[in-house]
């Protein structure tokens, strides 16, 4: 899914209409959301391919997800937009239809992500012995 917004964003939304997508502050958000995610991320995977993750990077990788992805989201959905404002008719309906199935689709992802997130932890805690612990 992650990869396909990011085709979609790239090849069909942003590379045929510039003038219009790049001048956004929403593009430069955009890119804020999806380079930050993926430093997270890689940073996490490489620590814990050495057996060692600190904490702040774990809490990192489980919670900024709450902040990056609604940003993230949300500038993609506004760049959608303005480029079905210049785009032909058909590719602007098509681009309509694109954003309407692809806020629905996002939110899912997102409750799904936010409930995984928290049955992992559980179940890490639980694997642990742990019979306290604070979930943030």
Avoid at 32 to 39: D, G, H, K
Avoid at 95 to 100: D, F, M, N, P, Q
Wanted: proline share 5%.
């Amino acid at each position: 899914m992650q990869v396909c917004s990011r085709l979609l964003l790239v090849w069909l939304v942003v590379n045929p209409y510039p003038q219009e997508t790049s001048t956004s502050p929403f593009y430069s958000t955009m890119l804020v959301a999806w380079s930050a995610t993926e430093v997270i991320r890689y940073s996490y995977f490489v620590l814990n391919l050495r057996g060692w993750v600190p904490g702040f990077v774990t809490w990192l990788r489980y919670n900024a997800f709450y902040v990056m992805y609604p940003l993230g989201i949300g500038s993609e959905c506004w760049l959608i937009w303005l480029a079905s404002g210049v785009a032909p008719a058909w590719y602007g309906w098509a681009l309509w239809a694109i954003l309407g199935a692809y806020v629905p689709g996002e939110f899912r992802q997102f409750r799904l992500h936010s409930l995984g997130g928290e049955i992992k932890e559980d179940w890490a805690n639980l694997r642990q012995g742990a019979i306290f612990y604070i979930r943030t």
